[in-house]
C-alpha cells in the first residue's frame, strides 16, 4: 500500500457522502433500494425496466429454505455465542462453488460462448468432458419452474434478449447431442438475464449475496431468539458415523515423559 | 441436535418453495425486493409506508466510503486471492460494537426506555457514566443532516411516533443534564423509526448488514477486476511503526539444538 | 489510518525477518513450534517448564469430535464448494462465548479476585446472580478428570501456585455456600494455570484458537476428501421441525402487478 | 444430511475423549503440540525426526510482519468493535491463492511431477504459460536464504529425498531453457519436504494455517489492547485516490419521489 486505494464508488465533497457523484441525502426517501443497488453496482441509476427486472432477481433468491450449507454455517455459527453479523458472515462464506457458484459459472459461460453456435458450443464441452454451467437439476427432469417464471417475467418487462435465446438453445442443443435433457435451472436463466442487463460475469456471487443475505439474517436471528447457545451440536450416537481407530494403548516411548 | 432444527422461515409443499406462507414463485415478479425483505424478517407483507420508510432505511445505509474497517477487511481479503464470497464475509465481521452495533444498541435503549421520563433516564445514564447509544457525532455538533433526513421522510411518511418523540427529548436532555450537546446521530435517528415499524432490537445489525452489504459487494468486486492481488500490503518503511525488540543473539542454550 | 499503523511483534532489518528481535532464519531448526508460539505471544524465549506446561495446554485443546459448532460450521462452509482456509475460518469464527468463551472469561474472573477471599467472591457472585465461569459441567459432577489431569501436570511441572489454589477455593465456596457441586472445569483449570504463566486475560481465546485449530483443519480437509460437495444439507422431512405458516394465497393488491 | 456426518479423527468411548484412536487424557503432558498436530492431521504418531521436521516447518511460518492482507483483515476487524476469535477468523480468510496458496499449488506440482523429467515437466509449463508454483521471488534473484536453510535442516534429520531434489533440478531447468534464473522459494521449499514427509498436496494451506495462526492471534490481541476501536480507517485525503464520478445532480423524475 506505499501506493494510494482506489475507488470510483463513493467520496465525500465538503463532508457530504456521495455515492457514485449522487448525494446521499438526495437519494434517501428517494430511491427504492433496488435503484439504489443498482447505482452502487453499476455506476448509473436504473431505468423503470431495469428496476423491475433486479427486483424479481433479487426475490427469486431471497430464502431457499433452512437446508442448504449457508444457512447451517449461519446458525451453528450463532449458536457458538456470537452476535448477529458473525453468524451472518460465516453464512456468506458458505457461498462456494456449490452454493451460489453456478450463477457465476452460467454468466460466464453465456458472456464467452454467446455469439457461437450453440450446438457447437455444446459438443465442444461435451467434447472436453466439462459440465455446463447453469444446466441439469436433480429434480426437474422437464423444466425447471423457477426458470420458466424468469423469462417470463424477462419477456413482460422487455429483457428477453440474445442471452436469453442462446442460453434456451443450449438446453436444445445438450438435449440432441447427449440424448438427454439437462434443463435450464435458475442460476442459468437468472445468468441469462443480468447478462442481457449488461453485468459483468465476475460480479455474478454478488447478486446471490445480495439477494439472499435477508434470508441469513432472518436464520440467524432466529437461531438467536428461538434457540439456546450451544444448541447446534451433533449427537454422535444418532447423527455421527465413526470411521476411525479403535482405542489403543500409547506406546511405551510416549508415556511418562514429563 | 438430537432434537431437530426448528424453523418458522420457509419451507417446502409439494416440492414447491414457500416463504412465510406465500408460494416463492408467486411473489418473484410481484413483490420488490424491499417488500420480499420486510416478508422474511416480519413474517407479513408490508403496507405501503411500511416498504417505503424501509427503503429509505436501505438507502441510507447502502454505502459509506472507502474508508470503514469492513471495507479494509473485505478488499484485504480479496487482495489474497479469493473468492467475491470470501471478502464479503470478511467485511461483515467487521461489523461489530465500533461499527454498526450502535444501531442495535440504541434500539435497545429506546425499547426498554420509551415509556419513562426521558430526564429521568439521562440521569441515570450519566450517574452510571453509560454511553447512551445514539448520541454524539466527532464532526457533527449542532445536528447531523442525516438524522434530519430520516426524521422528515418519517413525517411524510407516518413514521414518526413515540420512539422518535422519546429519541429527540434524550437528545434534549443530554444537553440540559449534561450542559454539552450530543447530537442524535443517525443511528439513533434510524433506531427510533426501526422500533417504530415493531421491529425487535436483536434484529438490529440486521438492517445495517442487508443495508449496506451492495456497497461490500461493489469495493470486493472493484478490488478484484482493478487491483493485482496482493495489493494491499503495507509498506513498513512508510506506513508502520515499529515498537519491538531491537535485533538480539539467540541464547546459547537455543542454538545447534538439531 | 492518517496515524502509522504500530507494531511490536516482528520487523524486517536489512531485508532479514526478525520476531520479537530474533532473527527468523536462527529460530527455524532450533525453535520448537510451541517455543516459538510462546516467544510470539509473549515477547520472550520459554524456559523448559514454560514450554512444556504450554505443550501441555495445547495438547489438551488440539481436538474435541465432530460434534461442536466450529466443526458444524467448517464442514458446511467447505462443502459449499470453499477452499480449505475457508472452512477453517467458518470454524474459527464460531468459537463465541459459549465456545471457548469461558476460558478467557475464567481467566478474568482469577485474574480479578484471585487476591480476595474465595468465600467472599463466590458469596458476591452468587447474590448478584452472575454464573462464575470455569465451573459446571453437564456430565461430571464429583470432578472433571481433565481439570484433575491439567493440575496434576501443572504440579510436576511446577506452576500450580495461587491461582491454582484460589480455583481450587472456589470450588469448595461454590459448594460450601451453594449447597451444591459445581466441578472446576477444564476451562476453569486451564485458565488457572495460563494466569500463574503470567498470560493476561483478553489474550484467552488464543490459546483455544491456537490450541484448536488442527482439529479444524483435520475436519476441513476430512470433509473435502471424503464427502461430496453439498454433502452437509438438511433433510427437511427428517432433520427439521416446520413451526411457521400453512400455504396462504398472495392478497389481490399483490397481485399482476408487472 | 440424512446421511449420517462421517469422521475418524476422533470419538468418544465412555464418556472419554479419543484422538486417533488414542486417549486424550494420555496424550495430555506426554506429547508435544506438534507431536499431537501430527497425530491429528496423519493419524499416527510421529518419529523424532518427523516431529523435529515439523517444529521446523511450523516456526518457519509462525509469523511475518504485520504487512500482509491477513494482518490487515484481521487487525481491520478487530478494529470494528469484535472479539478476538472473529478477528482471527478474518485473518484466515485472506489465506487464498496469492498468500499461503502457492504453497498447496507447489505441493501439487511436486506430487504430480516428481517421477517425470524435470526439464520435460519445465518445458511442458513454459509452452502452456502456466506459472510454476514455488519458484520466483521479488526480492531474491540468486537464491532464497528461507530455501536453503529449509533444506539444510532438511537433509540434517533426514527429510531431503526425492521431492528435494527434483524441486532443485526444476529450479535448474527453468534457468536453463528459460534463460533466466527463478529461485526456489520457500512455498517450494517447504512443499518438497512436507511431501517428503508423505503429506497429501490437499492439505497444503493446513499447514500455512496451523503455522501462521500464532502470528494472527498476536497482532489481532495487539490491535486490541493497543489502539482504539475504529483505529483501522482510512483517510480519504491522505491514503485514497477517487476515480469516480464528480457531484452531479439527481434527475428530476428520481426527486420528490415521496
Same mark, same amino acid.
Given at each position: 500500500m506505499s501506493k494510494k486505494w482506489r475507488t470510483a464508488i463513493s467520496w465525500h465533497f465538503d463532508h457530504e457522502a456521495y455515492v457514485r457523484g449522487y448525494k446521499l441525502a438526495d437519494i434517501i426517501g428517494n430511491l427504492s433500494f433496488t435503484e439504489a443497488i443498482y447505482l452502487v453496482l453499476k455506476g448509473e441509476l436504473p431505468t423503470e425496466k431495469e428496476k423491475k427486472m433486479l427486483d424479481a432477481i433479487f426475490v427469486s433468491l431471497v430464502e431457499h429454505s433452512i437446508a442448504p450449507p449457508s444457512v447451517i454455517a449461519a446458525r451453528a455459527v450463532a449458536s457458538g455465542g456470537n452476535s448477529l453479523h458473525v453468524g451472518v458472515g460465516a453464512g456468506v462464506l458458505a457461498f462456494g462453488e456449490a452454493h451460489g457458484g453456478a450463477l457465476e459459472g452460467a454468466m460466464k459461460f453465456l458472456q464467452e460462448?454467446?455469439?457461437?453456435?450453440p450446438e457447437e458450443v455444446v459438443k465442444e464441452f461435451l467434447d472436453k468432458k466439462i459440465r455446463i454451467p447453469g444446466y441439469g437439476h436433480r429434480y426437474y427432469k422437464e423444466y425447471d419452474p423457477r426458470s420458466k417464471r424468469m423469462f417470463e417475467i424477462a419477456k413482460v418487462i422487455g429483457f428477453f434478449g440474445k442471452y436469453c435465446r442462446f442460453a434456451e438453445e443450449v438446453e436444445k442443443a445438450i438435449e440432441k447431442i447427449k440424448g438427454k435433457k439437462l434443463v435450464m435451472n435458475v442460476d442459468g436463466a437468472i445468468a441469462a438475464i443480468v447478462s442481457e442487463m449488461g /453485468?459483468?460475469? &465476475? !460480479?455474478?456471487?454478488g447478486f446471490f449475496i445480495i439477494g439472499r443475505i435477508p434470508g441469513l439474517v432472518a436464520h440467524t436471528y432466529e437461531e438467536l431468539v428461538m434457540e439456546k447457545p /450451544?444448541?447446534? &451440536? !451433533?449427537d454422535e450416537e444418532k447423527e455421527v458415523e465413526y470411521l476411525g481407530n479403535k482405542p489403543r494403548e500409547l506406546p511405551e516411548s510416549f508415556k511418562n515423559r514429563n
Open positions: 460462448n454467446v455469439d457461437r453456435n /453485468f459483468d460475469y &465476475r !460480479l455474478g456471487k /450451544f444448541s447446534k &451440536r !451433533l
